[in-house]
């Protein structure tokens, strides 16, 4: 068999790349979540506020308790993880 016909027919396994692909972007949202633990809160777009029905008052967001920001998942999982880790030494 020539060296040309070798490489042709070996193919790398297409799931390892995919694999790896999703690897990576784990890590990186972890990354992100450790450097930036919080993101906007959804319901008030990061005010910690809105208008009242009557549009005279401010009332303060419930899901974000007028803090205007949410603590993400992955932060979450980060620190399980991290008080695990503590809990077995």
């Known amino acids: 068999m020539s ?9 790398a396994h297409p799931s390892a790349a995919w694999l790896i692909l ?33 549009g005279r008052a401010w009332r303060y967001c419930n899901r974000c308790s007028g803090k205007g920001a949410q603590l993400r998942p992955g932060r ?10 503590r809990h077995r030494k």
């Open 3 to 11: 060296p040309l016909l070798a490489t042709a027919s070996h193919t």
């Open 22 to 54: 999703a690897t990576l972007g784990a890590v990186g949202y972890l990354a992100h979540c450790v450097i930036w633990p919080y993101r906007a809160c959804r319901k008030c777009q990061g005010a910690g506020r809105f208008r009242s029905p009557s």
């Open 76 to 85: 979450r999982v980060w620190t399980h993880l991290k008080n695990t880790n």
